[in-house]
């Protein structure tokens, strides 16, 4: 289907579901933009290379971009905290819908695309996770084991990891590739006690691990090199170091096997990398 006629589909759809009364997704120079709440949502793909082939591209990671109206940034983390109640599952649902438009004309490239769900809105879906978005998919054209659900955990949702872990892992029985991901800067996880849950409850396909947490004085308590190696080599999670920033952080990456790589660092060709894609 073109990707006109996809956005006016979606436009339908989400508008009849959410009681919108203007289109909340259009296309701006050839890319699917949306609106929410006065805020113009956008989406930049970081390639995520392999580190044992050439760093040949491996997938790409959806990064949303949002930024206000009057032309100043937003935070996407500041955006689902702040928005009201059931209006974060909209949101969630919106910012998929628009990457994976965006992803389309690259798509057969082959390749996996990560996509982040946020805590608030798999708290806030009761069950089933996963088949509200099985029509995207569909309606894109792509399989789902190409498309990894990356649960994003910060600091205020830590202690509920079991629960999201099982909402997680509805959405592996709907077929998807999944992924839990940390984020720099959003607390200090106890990682023996993280990784013993992984180890019981859900083993993801993938572990996202933001660069600045491997090089020394950041790495938080429970995070030694070997006991992740272990932990992940006895779950089969593959490991992608993202962020990366300079030679330090990809070294840190290498020795702990990071499969995939991904930051500004590889992507700049004075440095030997590659472009961004």
Same mark, same amino acid.
């Given at each position: ?95 998929? !819908? ?57 600091? #205020? ?33 106890? =990682? ?7 180890? #019981? ?58 499969? =995939?790589?991904?930051?500004? =660092?590889?992507? !700049? ?7 961004? #894609?």
């Amino acid at each position: 289907m073109p990707l006109n006629d996809l956005v006016e589909y979606f436009n339908q759809r989400i508008r009849a579901e959410q009681g919108l009364s203007q289109p909340p997704l259009f296309l701006q120079d050839g890319r699917v933009e949306g609106r929410f709440a006065g805020i113009r949502l956008a989406t930049l793909f970081q390639p995520l290379r392999r580190s044992d082939d050439g760093l040949a591209i491996a997938g790409h990671a959806a990064e949303l971009q949002a930024c206000r109206e009057d032309g100043g940034n937003t935070l996407p983390a500041e955006l689902f905290e702040h928005a009201e109640g059931g209006r974060v599952v909209g949101l969630d649902r919106l910012c998929r !819908t628009i990457h994976m438009l965006n992803y389309l004309p690259g798509a057969h490239e082959g390749g996996y695309l990560f996509l982040v769900v946020h805590p608030r809105h798999v708290l806030g879906v009761k069950c089933n996770h996963g088949a509200y978005f099985e029509d995207v998919i569909f309606r894109c054209g792509l399989a789902p084991e190409r498309v990894v659900i990356t649960l994003a955990m910060t600091a #205020a949702y830590h202690d509920q990891l079991p629960r999201l872990l099982a909402g997680l892992g509805n959405y592996r029985r709907h077929g998807y590739a999944t992924a839990v991901g940390f984020e720099q800067g959003a607390g200090r996880p106890d =990682w023996t006690n993280h990784l013993a849950e992984l180890r #019981a409850r859900f083993a993801p396909d993938f572990l996202r691990l933001p660069a600045g947490l491997l090089t020394a004085g950041n790495a938080p308590p429970g995070l030694q090199a070997d006991a992740l190696v272990n932990a992940l080599g006895a779950m089969g999670t593959r490991l992608v170091v993202e962020g990366i920033t300079d030679e330090h952080q990809l070294e840190a990456a290498r020795a702990l096997g990071a499969g =995939w790589l991904a930051g500004d =660092w590889i992507e !700049t060709p004075a440095r030997g990398g590659r472009r961004r #894609a």
